[in-house]
């Protein structure tokens, strides 16, 4: 398993602005991903942050509206940047473990963004 | 593209009562994830199941891997008020990705 730590871990924010997630692993892990969960709604994969790169995004979603750091293999960051009051979500990292064929997502506690 | 299919979207249910809840998919799917997210919190992970037809218990919960790789189920047995929360089931297919249900809100009835 792994225990992962987000911050801030709720804000509130004026439109226009922008605001970076931080998001800490206990174990050094290879795949980091960052979700989205809109109100009511399912998660949505934003991107996978590739250590050493640049991140993959999913379709919807942009390097400049959601620029992604990896500087090492326990550590991320998501910026949600010029937010509009549709970008209030809670924003969710996870981590991949295990491997050939038994891989395994662990959720941190997410973000709670609200943006007026 | 791959989609999880959960319903009903709500669930009302006794204490003590038995609930299964199903995840079905027109794809084939490797693994199996059920998650729980209680309000507030990110999703948490209940099971993991790696094979077809494989069985797995984690206390009272029960989950299975259909055989086709198209479906699995979730038991919860004896329910108790902390039992509230959504569940979702999520797998990884043939893209590699972790794809979602929709989950299903439990109520639980004291």
């Known amino acids: 398993s792994a225990v992962i730590s987000q911050k801030p871990s709720r804000d509130i924010c004026q439109r226009g602005t922008s605001l970076t997630i931080q998001c800490q692993v206990d174990?050094?892990?290879?795949?980091m991903f960052w979700y989205r969960q809109q109100p009511g709604q399912s998660l949505t994969l934003i991107a996978t942050?590739?250590?050493?790169?640049?991140?993959?995004?999913e379709s919807g979603f942009v390097i400049d509206k959601f620029p992604i750091s990896r500087p090492n293999l326990t550590f991320s960051t998501l910026t949600v940047s010029n937010m509009s009051p549709e970008d209030s979500s809670i924003y969710l990292c996870?981590?991949?473990?295990?491997?050939?064929?038994?891989?395994?997502?662990?959720f941190g506690p997410g973000t709670r963004l609200l943006v007026l | 593209g791959q989609q999880l299919n959960q319903s009903p979207q709500s669930m009302f249910i006794q204490e003590g009562e038995d609930v299964s809840m199903n995840c079905t998919s027109s794809?084939?799917?490797?693994?199996w994830l059920w998650y729980k997210q209680d309000p507030g919190e990110g999703p948490v992970l209940l099971i993991a199941l790696y094979k077809a037809g494989e069985l797995t218990s984690n206390g009272r919960l029960t989950a299975q891997f259909g055989i086709t790789r198209k479906d699995s189920f979730l038991n919860i047995s004896a329910s108790i008020p902390s039992d509230v929360g959504i569940y979702f089931c999520a797998g990884y297919g043939a893209n590699s990705k972790l794809t979602f249900g929709k989950g299903i809100t439990l109520s639980v009835r004291p």
């Open positions: 174990s050094q892990v290879t795949m």
């Open positions: 794809s084939i799917f490797n693994t």
């Open positions: 942050a590739n250590q050493g790169s640049e991140a993959t995004y």
């Open positions: 996870s981590v991949q473990t295990g491997g050939g064929g038994e891989e395994t997502q662990y």
